[in-house]
């Protein structure tokens, strides 16, 4: 038993002696006030009750007052008050009468006070002092007799009202052992809710510290990322006007979009690849370095021949063993080359089209049902490639499927590409400059409290 747990006893006992501290007071009190009152005295004998009455009072008072008990063990013995008690209640026995005093019912309460605090031993003892002092007043008592009957009867009653203290005793030792069973457990059910909370501290903190470090190391990704795309600078150089809208799923992006010129062709890309976040931003640094690769350092031209190219150079970077157990990873993308000096566009796409406006309305530029990268056959992938005039002042818009994939709206449903396609189309009253912000606000709007589902990548261009 803890030391918290035995104080928690010793206060219970202190209490029951505090208790029966307050009903020995009253009982003296309240037996002076019938022996005024009531008590036909013996002369001989009133100088004794008053002695009995004031030391009674007394006793009580200071035991009630300076509770002695706490600091002398002399005051919880057992014996000393089946002694004190008994001896005090056989004196008032004989100065209130002998054994025609009403007050021998004292010596039931006596007995059944001893048996409430104490074993059963201890109140076997007290039980058996108590009948040989009552008989020893009835044995010196020379008033007139009792019936035999009636004195058994009422020493009889001094071990049943010890019986009887004794049950109430266990009662009362019952519920204390089941509130401290009851007080064991919450104590120990509290450690461990301690110590629990204490381990979620020590990890939450761990936790934080780590994701503190893989934000921090995410955010610098970022930085990086956003470097190698074309800024507004660059766009305007090569274009008329141009708009983009960029909305990563997770802090980096699996989208990515590309531009370069030379000469007199300029090149544009917009490239979707497997994944999003910290997956999806790799392979997109490597769609970027294969892009610079195939056209800046091969110095390919045709847009269908690029794409060729990169599926190969993917598919040798990622070491594919053209099983069913390689890694589907790949990149969708549309490609446009412009050539100023001829005046037409070549596009060519991987899973991935685009749109194309003139004065005649919108044309959408189709693309090969094909993905770089991915599982392949071994064989080499042929992408279509779409040629077409432009003037000064057509459009060109290409995008990622992270838009038309979207879930919102009222019923929570995707957006679909036609309707991606109608809301570019009823933009074309407008300056390019407006067609970002006015798509990434439709989506914003129509998202609503959705989780985004995915990458969008729109690049708007003027030629």
Known sequence: MSNAQNDAVKEKLHNAERHIAVLRLLFSAFSAVVY?????????????????????????????VAEPYRHYALF???????????????????????????????????????????????????TIFYLLLYAFIFMYD???????????????????AGILGM??????????????KIARAETELQKVNEELEQRVQERTAELQVMHDDITDSINYANRIQNAILPDQK??????????????????ISGDFYWSYRRGDLTYVAVVDCTGHGV???????????????????????????????M??????????????????????????????????????????????????GMTELDSTKLTIGGLSTGETKRFKVSTLPFAPGNRLYLLSDGFQDQFGGPQGKKFYRKNVVSLIGSLQSRPLAEHGPELQAEFVQWKGQEMQMDDVTIVCVEL
């Open 36 to 64: 005024y009152l009531f008590i036909d005295a013996d002369p001989r004998y009133v100088p004794l009750a008053y002695t009995i009455i004031f030391a009674g009072l007394s006793y009580c008072m200071f035991v009630l």
């Open 76 to 126: 919880r013995s057992s014996y000393f008050t089946a002694i004190a008690d008994g001896l005090t209640t056989a004196l008032w026995i004989i100065a209130t009468g002998w054994m025609s005093s009403p007050f021998y019912l004292i010596l039931y309460l006596s007995i059944i006070s001893v048996a409430a605090r104490f074993s059963a031993i201890e109140t076997g003892v007290a």
């Open 142 to 160: 020379d008033g007139p007799r009792l019936e035999v009957a009636e004195l058994i009867t009422r020493m009889g009653f001094i071990p049943l």
């Open 167 to 180: 049950y109430f005793s266990n009662e009362i030792m019952d519920q204390l052992r089941d509130k401290l």
């Open 234 to 251: 660059e766009l305007a150089d090569f274009f008329t006007a141009s708009s983009v809208v960029y909305l990563p799923k997770d802090i």
């Open 279 to 309: 997956p999806g931003a790799l392979m997109s640094m490597i769609g970027n370095n294969l892009l610079n690769q195939v056209i800046i350092e091969h110095h390919e031209t045709e847009p269908g021949r690029i794409l060729t190219e």
């Open 311 to 360: 599926d190969r150079e993917l598919d040798r970077l990622l070491k594919r063993d053209r099983t069913i157990n390689s890694i589907n990873d790949g990149m969708d993308m549309s490609l446009c080359v412009i050539d100023r000096k001829q005046g037409v566009i070549s596009f060519a796409g991987a899973q991935q089209s685009g749109l194309f406006i003139n004065s005649d």
